[in-house]
């Protein structure tokens, strides 16, 4: 298995851009998170899905991000406009639910956002 | 508050030493605690999971421990390599039907020649 599948690895962008961050979860997993990792804050879960569906988007800092699941193997994490207080390392992690009392979360290799 | 809080910041041993990490947490309802092991410009990777009844685990030279009265888990490190050198991150899980992560911002180990 090719673990969970993050693009692109590196994004350098200009304040006011769209940004759009993809990310190929395990084959077979139910469950899709998005997490952001700062010096300052560690890492934090912006969202999760179910089976495609949107759980809980408590985390997602403000209506400047914006996530979808269309299909089990695709999902996305978009911000517009970015800001330079967006800069940090965005993963995303896939789990299977049922397989095993731990859910064990699987982790991307992140896309480190910089926005100048 | 749910809050995971590690210590040292940061360290730095020579190789083939031993060293532990420390880990306190004030979470409820717990369900399990992790700890995970993120080199530089990759994803976290899990070492150990415990649950409340477990209170030790080993992976190779990497052993944890917990103590569920006090909250307090460690992780120690035998005889460390250079590829040790990474940043470890203790995470514990809530009982909450989806296990939600809450995450320490980690202790970040160099491992020196």
């Known amino acids: 298995d090719a673990g969970v599948i993050q693009s692109p690895r590196h994004e350098v962008t200009e304040m006011g851009q769209e940004v759009t961050l993809r990310c190929k979860p395990i084959?077979?997993?139910?469950?899709l998170f998005w997490y952001r990792q700062t010096m300052m804050r560690g890492l934090e879960l912006l969202i999760y899905?179910?089976?495609?569906?949107?759980?809980?988007d408590s985390g997602m800092p403000e209506d400047r991000f914006s996530a979808k699941m269309p299909n089990a193997s695709f999902s996305t994490l978009k911000i517009q406009p970015s800001e330079p207080r967006d800069s940090a390392v965005y993963f995303c992690?896939?789990?299977?639910?049922?397989?095993?009392?731990?859910?064990?979360?699987?982790f991307g290799p992140g896309t480190r956002l910089t926005v100048l | 508050k749910n809050q995971v809080e590690q210590s040292p910041q940061s360290l730095i041993i020579l190789e083939g030493k031993n060293c532990t990490l420390q880990?306190?947490?004030?979470?409820?309802?717990?369900?399990?605690l992790r700890w995970y092991k993120q080199d530089t410009g990759r994803g976290p990777v899990s070492l150990t999971i415990?649950?409340?009844?477990?209170n030790t685990k080993s992976n190779g030279r990497y052993t944890a421990t917990l103590d569920a009265d006090t909250k307090q888990s460690s992780l120690h490190i035998t005889a460390s390599q250079l590829s040790d050198s990474a940043s470890y991150i203790c995470?514990?899980?809530?009982?909450?039907?989806?296990?939600?992560?809450?995450f320490g911002t980690g202790t970040r180990l160099l491992v020196s020649p």
């Open positions: 995470v514990v899980s809530l009982n909450t039907g989806f296990q939600k992560l809450v």
């Open positions: 415990m649950t409340f009844s477990e």
């Open positions: 084959s077979g997993h139910d469950y």
């Open positions: 899905f179910n089976n495609n569906v949107p759980i809980d």
């Open positions: 880990c306190n947490y004030t979470v409820s309802p717990f369900s399990n």
């Open positions: 992690a896939s789990s299977a639910s049922g397989r095993s009392t731990y859910n064990e979360q699987f």
